[in-house]
């Protein structure tokens, strides 16, 4: 089966000097219009397709994006596999600001997204291990050894947004067994397993959300400049861990629940 490669939000990466032969291509779907056209190319001899999950000016909020709408895109892509990056809060002291999480677990907190392809047949999708453990391993090995700051699980609990938690909230999220907190993941993990597509995230930890006394309440403005000075190395991270797909032997698709 030929490998080819859904990045959610990999800004930067369809730069003309990484992307070979890159393309803009505009669709629609069932559900309406993705986020982003789909910038379609080969990035270190893989065949990958980009979208910008808020849209190419960061302009649609996290509840307003059409998560069905870009799965189903890359779907019709022919992805096989989606790498996403996620800006997160850390609900742990031993994930700093900085540090990559690949999240193995998440709990949904949202409460006004749709979250399934079947609405018009009922189908009740395994969900006990939603990321894609081979992604995960791959991508784990090779922040290892390239040296970055790194966490090889952990929970993500994704939320609606806009806003930021209160105090009691982000006390309440760590009492779960969350390890980190976003607003994107849910529920374009869930939608990527019922496409049959193998899903990781790929977090960047920004701030320490509200919890942690003596540190600064989390801003807009903070989550901004810790994702600038770390763009570089989940670039890198991701050009470097392509290659590395072709051999993936992912156990994680299903048999069924696959979008129809």
């Known amino acids: 089966m030929e490998i080819k490669v859904g990045i959610i939000g990999g800004s930067g990466l369809d730069d003309p000097k990484l992307m070979k032969n890159p393309r803009e291509r505009n669709v629609r779907t069932p559900y309406g219009k993705p986020s982003s056209s789909l910038t379609e190319g080969t990035i270190n001899g893989v065949s990958t397709v980009i979208l910008a999950r808020h849209g190419k000016d960061h302009s649609i909020y996290p509840t307003g994006v059409n998560f069905r709408a870009n799965i189903w895109a890359l779907m019709k892509a022919g992805c096989t596999h989606i790498l996403a990056t996620t800006a997160v809060g850390s609900l742990r002291e031993k994930i700093k600001p900085g540090d990559l999480v690949f999240p193995d677990q998440f709990i949904d907190f949202t409460r006004h997204r749709p979250l399934t392809f079947h ?40 939320i609606e947004g806009p806003r930021f938690s209160t105090k009691a909230e982000s006390h309440m ?42 540190e600064e309440p989390v801003t807009w403005d903070m989550v901004l400049n810790i994702m600038r000075n770390n763009a570089e190395n989940v670039k890198k991270l991701i050009i470097e861990t392509l290659p ?8 994680c698709r299903p048999e069924e629940g696959h979008a129809h």
Request: net charge positive; proline share 4%; hydrophobic share 40%.
């Open 173 to 214: 999220f760590r009492s779960f067994g969350a390890d980190v907190i976003n607003m994107s993941t849910v529920p374009e993990v869930v939608l990527a397993r019922e496409a049959g597509i193998c899903y990781q995230a790929i977090a960047m930890s920004t701030d320490y959300d509200c919890w942690k006394e003596g």
């Open 119 to 158: 609405v018009e047949k009922v189908v009740h999708t395994p969900m006990s291990e939603p990321f894609c453990p081979d992604l995960r391993n791959l991508l784990a090995a090779k922040a290892r050894s390239v040296k970055l700051r790194h966490h090889k699980t952990g929970t993500v609990i994704t």
């Open 244 to 251: 590395q797909i072709k051999n993936s032997k992912c156990q």
